[in-house]
């Protein structure tokens, strides 16, 4: 039985369209990427239907780092916690972290403020053909500022 996956965001001029009248579709493989990068960026609690959906990773944004190791192990089991509640359609996910400092200036202002920056690779396996996938992932945390 062929599945229908919707975009992200969801489209409802399209299906209320006369002329057009249907909504955008994708891959699965694109869904679980929609699906997945909508669970990485929402805290818990901010939605009413599930106050469990989200990651805790929101939790460690603006936490000094002491241990890098650490701090990506805590990031990688809130990560991975969340992705194996929420998205079945993967299985077998292994996790890879790099963690930056990304330095902006404003020139007008002549503010810095460094942020992490933080890449997320995963690799899994799509459990409706057993084939792997690869998914990627970028998050900016925790402005710092130094006038």
Excluded at 33 to 44: A, C, R, S
Aim: proline share 2%.
């Amino acid at each position: 039985m062929d599945e229908c996956h919707y975009r992200i965001p969801f489209d409802f001029a399209s299906v209320l369209d006369e002329t057009r009248g249907y909504a955008s579709v994708c891959s699965e493989l694109d869904s679980i990427d929609q699906h997945i990068e909508m669970l990485i960026g929402t805290y818990p609690g901010e939605h009413s239907f599930d106050v469990e959906y989200g990651t805790k990773i929101w939790e460690m944004d603006f936490e000094r780092i002491v241990s890098l190791d650490t701090w990506k192990t805590r990031f990688t089991e809130c990560l991975s916690q969340s992705i194996s509640k929420y998205e079945k359609r993967i299985s077998n996910c292994e996790y890879r972290l790099e963690v930056a400092d990304v330095l902006k200036e404003s020139s007008m202002s002549r503010n810095v403020s460094v942020r992490k920056k933080v890449d997320i690779y995963i690799k899994a396996t799509l459990n409706s053909t057993g084939e792997r996938c690869s998914l990627y992932y970028t998050l900016f945390l925790g402005p710092l500022s130094k006038d």
